[in-house]
């Protein structure tokens, strides 16, 4: 079984940034699709941003765009969600997903197997 696991959320002003992280046990991450979904409240989940393993496929919501960034460290076989600029409308439950790359699928299609529990991020004055 793999077991996925986020960290790197908590409180932040409006306007500040955080960097969440993803790890998991038994793969490399390297070689699969990743998606950060996010949970608001009293709204359906939806992905905010994912990277997939070709070349090029990186993909942001537009409510992101310009402010989050999707990076792989394979050194450290980390998944990072740079969040900056961040806004009260960012506040949610963060989680991160993953999904075997010979599906062939490209990351906005990916149907995602392995999640995450959840970090909290919480944007207020």
């Known amino acids: 079984q793999v077991n996925v696991e986020e960290s790197g959320g908590g409180s932040v002003q409006p306007g500040g940034s955080l960097r969440l992280s993803c790890v998991a046990s038994r793969i490399t991450l390297e070689y699969y699709v990743i998606g950060w979904f996010r949970q608001a409240p009293e709204k359906e989940r939806e992905v905010v941003s994912c990277i997939g393993v070709e070349t090029g496929n990186v993909h942001h919501a537009d409510s992101v765009k310009g402010r989050f960034t999707i990076t792989r460290d394979n050194d450290k076989n980390t998944v990072y969600l740079q969040m900056n600029d961040l806004k009260a409308e960012d506040t949610g439950v963060y989680t991160c997903?993953?999904?075997?790359?010979?599906?062939?699928?490209?990351?906005?299609?990916?149907?995602?197997?392995?999640w995450g529990q959840g970090t909290q991020v919480t944007v207020a004055s």
């Open positions: 997903a993953i999904e075997r790359a010979d599906t062939g699928f490209g990351c906005q299609e990916a149907p995602y197997n392995w």
